[in-house]
């Protein structure tokens, strides 16, 4: 399948934090440690981005 990378950046710079991926269903999209996000079959995923006690949402959907 298709590979796309997030994005993602810690603000303050000086932020020693990690910054961690996580997929709700790797059968559908799967995320390494470093961001990139690969299709694996048709579905809907989300892919929660963590960094301290921050955490965002991207829903990704899987068309073919």
């Known amino acids: 399948g ?3 990378r997030l ?3 810690v603000t303050p710079i000086t932020s020693s934090q990690e910054i961690r991926y996580l997929s709700s269903d790797s059968k ?3 995320v390494n440690k470093q961001g990139q996000i690969k299709a694996k ?3 809907t995923a989300v892919i929660k981005v963590k960094s301290g006690k ?3 949402k991207v829903t990704v ?3 073919s």
């Open 28 to 30: 559908i999209a799967a």
């Open 54 to 56: 921050k955490t965002v």
């Open 41 to 43: 079959k048709k579905g």
């Open 61 to 63: 959907t899987v068309r």
């Open 7 to 9: 994005e993602t950046e």
């Open 2 to 4: 298709k590979v796309f």
